[in-house]
């Protein structure tokens, strides 16, 4: 098999697949390519915002301790093998094809979704290179999600909770929790952000108890009154600066270290410093992610009200600083757009709005629409779109933001580089 033979295998599946009401149809996959996962070691993750910071905190410091860890992403950023990686490798074409031939032949036909495909190639690459350790991002949910089919992790970790996949999940918060803290599981333990309102720590408590795992308290990590853009914090009388942008990186940060220091008690010997190099170098692609240059650039993914709203407090922090803020953003209608773009529109010296970049992307005329009550808002491509907004970024000492879509902000890191 080669790689265009392999994409289209991949691709011939859906995004969700059939519908599911349990996980018999991830686990008998998963038993027909002989269930690695059951040979695997797991740090399991789940959450609305948070996840992909908080795992490239955990794992980064497992891999500064001398440790061969996995990394499991969702959805990828610049291309598909991006969401396969061993430390900072990701998965080679040569592997891919492979095992992407090995699940072709033991699959039946099923109407698997893709993001089971993906799971079952990545296991089984992580057992073949003798991973130590697995890092592990649910897609959507918890209880129902594929990677659930995972044995008891060493911990379970559910960052932020906010309201997303609202048709899938629930209309509440609460609701949304309850498909989290399905990843909760007997003989483990589990860590909750702390951002999180106490309605959903209460209903983590009670699945903890109920299951038998231990919930372990996030370690003390206090915010710095140093402040400035990368919200400094001390932990254990140490000030870190975490190397991405953000309030809520403290949160994803203090959940990492509690996660890797817990780990030490499951043989993990992971250093203080590791911990600390983690966390002041650790960045990841399209959340929040500050491209210094001439202008810089912000690129974030977020596409819910509550993602939305952490590049919110970074914009009205660089209009504190005299920034002005010129917004290239595009979204797509599963998401509640309107919200997201009254927010960002309302801190946008100008905003422009583009389409094109998915095949459910809101019309750009729509997004103008709705800003044009709080700004200057325009429409166009995105290569014209991006050109004004640096233009003027460069010409006023502002800044250009790229936002809205985890597909639009992938569409120009692609093309315009990290």
């Not at 932020?160 to 309850?178: K, M, N, P």
């Not at 959940?255 to 990841?284: H, M, N, P, W």
């Not at 920034?323 to 773009?341: A, E, F, N, Q, R």
Request: contains cysteine; proline residues 4%.
């Amino acid at each position: 098999m080669n790689i265009e033979e392999c994409m289209s295998f991949i691709n011939s599946y859906t995004k969700s697949g059939g519908r599911i009401t349990d996980l018999s149809r991830a686990k008998e996959l998963m038993n027909r390519v002989g269930d690695p996962q059951e040979r695997l070691k797991f740090v399991h993750i789940a959450g609305t915002n948070g996840k992909g910071s908080t795992l490239e905190y955990i794992a980064n410091a497992l891999q500064f301790s001398g440790y061969k860890t996995g990394k499991f992403t969702s959805p990828f950023v610049l291309r598909y093998t991006d969401r396969i990686r061993i430390n900072d490798d990701e998965i080679d074409e040569k592997s891919l094809c492979d095992l992407a031939e090995f699940v072709k032949e033991r699959v039946d036909d099923k109407a698997y979704s893709q993001f089971e495909i993906t799971m079952a190639i990545a296991m089984l690459w992580y057992e073949r290179e003798k991973c130590d350790i697995v890092v592990l991002e649910t897609g959507i949910g918890g209880l129902l999600d594929s990677t659930n089919v995972i044995p008891p992790p060493l911990v379970s970790v559910i960052t932020s909770i906010s309201l997303d996949h609202t048709a899938l999940l629930g209309e509440t918060v609460e609701e949304i929790a309850s498909h989290k803290a399905g990843i909760i599981k007997r003989d483990s333990a589990v860590i909750l952000s702390e951002d999180n309102p106490e309605s959903v720590r209460e209903l983590v408590r009670k699945a903890a108890e109920e299951t038998g795992a231990e919930l372990i308290p996030c370690e003390q990590c206090r915010p710095s009154p140093d402040g400035g853009l990368y919200s400094p914090f001390i932990y254990r009388g140490i000030t870190l600066t975490p190397a991405m942008p953000g309030i809520h990186q403290k949160y994803n940060a203090q959940t990492a270290i509690t996660a890797c220091i817990y780990l030490r008690s499951k043989g993990f010997s992971i250093s203080e410093s590791a911990i600390i190099r983690s966390v002041e170098t650790t960045q990841v692609r399209a959340r929040v992610q500050y491209i210094d240059g001439e202008p810089p650039v912000i690129v974030d993914g977020g596409h819910n009200p509550a993602g939305v709203g952490m590049l919110s407090l970074m914009l009205m922090y660089l209009s504190t600083r005299r920034k002005k803020i010129y917004t290239v953003m595009g979204m797509v209608d599963s998401k509640d757009y309107i919200g997201c773009i009254k927010t960002i529109s309302e801190l946008s010296d100008r905003l422009f709005a583009v389409d094109g970049f998915a095949a459910n992307a809101v019309p750009a005329e729509t997004i103008a629409d709705i800003a044009s009550f709080r700004t200057e808002a325009e429409t166009g491509t995105l290569a014209e779109c991006v050109e004004k907004a640096k233009a003027l970024a460069l010409e006023n000492n502002g800044v250009a933001v790229i936002c809205g879509s985890l597909y639009l902000a992938s569409e120009y890191l692609n093309k315009y580089g990290a």
